[in-house]
Every structure is written in structure tokens, then in C-alpha cells.
């Protein structure tokens, strides 16, 4: 089991850039593939980004590619989305989660962390 906290979030302008920080427990941290979603007031929650367990791999979802940067640092247990170009539409909860290696569903979230943009 790993338990994951949220850091990072605020408020920025349009334009702007944010770094996330999602800070797993355990000793286990390294074999999950991790991943980054949102949701914004009034919409389902939506995926944004993923990586692999080593970090090797990564994948976006089309609304922030070339924008959004997911990295992981194992050693410090921690995984990162870089945010650059930041969009009103950006605004909402980001939440980490985590799924162990061969699984498809993510088990383990993190209680989020709010990012908010004005134009």
C-alpha cells in the first residue's frame, strides 16, 4: 500500500507555470506506474498525465501535451507535473494516483491539491 500527499497548488495568471509535487510512503514506491488527473467544478474527473514505474515512458492527454511535463524521482519517493503555459481551462483539483505494475485502475489517490488560473 502507499499513501500519497499533494503539494504544490495555488493561485496563478494565465500563462504562468506551477510545479506539482505528489509525495509517496513505503518502500514500494518505485513499482508503481503513477499518474496525474483533475477535475474541475461540475465535470468529471479526467486523466492528464502518466508514467511508468522506472520513467522511462510517459503520456498526456491531447489538452496538455507540449504544456504539461510528468517526472518522477524514486530515490526521493516523489512524482512531479511540471505545468508551463498555464490556461484558465487548467483550473482545477489535481489529484496523483498510483496503480501497482500489471494492474489497469489506479488504487491509491492522494487527496488533492487545488490549481487555480485566471485569465
Known amino acids: 500500500q502507499v499513501q500519497l500527499v499533494e503539494s504544490g497548488g495555488g493561485l496563478v495568471q494565465a500563462g504562468d507555470s506551477l510545479r506539482l509535487s505528489c509525495a509517496g510512503s513505503g518502500r514500494t514506491f518505485g513499482t508503481y506506474n503513477m499518474g496525474w488527473f483533475r477535475q474541475a467544478p461540475g465535470k468529471e474527473r479526467e486523466f492528464v498525465a502518466g508514467?511508468?514505474?522506472?520513467?522511462?515512458?510517459?503520456y498526456y492527454a491531447d489538452s496538455v501535451k507540449g504544456r504539461f511535463t510528468i517526472s518522477r524521482n524514486n530515490a526521493k519517493n516523489t512524482v512531479y507535473l511540471q505545468m508551463n503555459s498555464l490556461k484558465p481551462e487548467d483550473t482545477a483539483v489535481y489529484y496523483c494516483a498510483a496503480r501497482r505494475i500489471g494492474r489497469n485502475d489506479y488504487e491509491y489517490w492522494g487527496q488533492g491539491t487545488q490549481v487555480t488560473v485566471s485569465a
Open positions: 508514467i511508468n514505474w522506472g520513467g522511462a515512458t510517459t
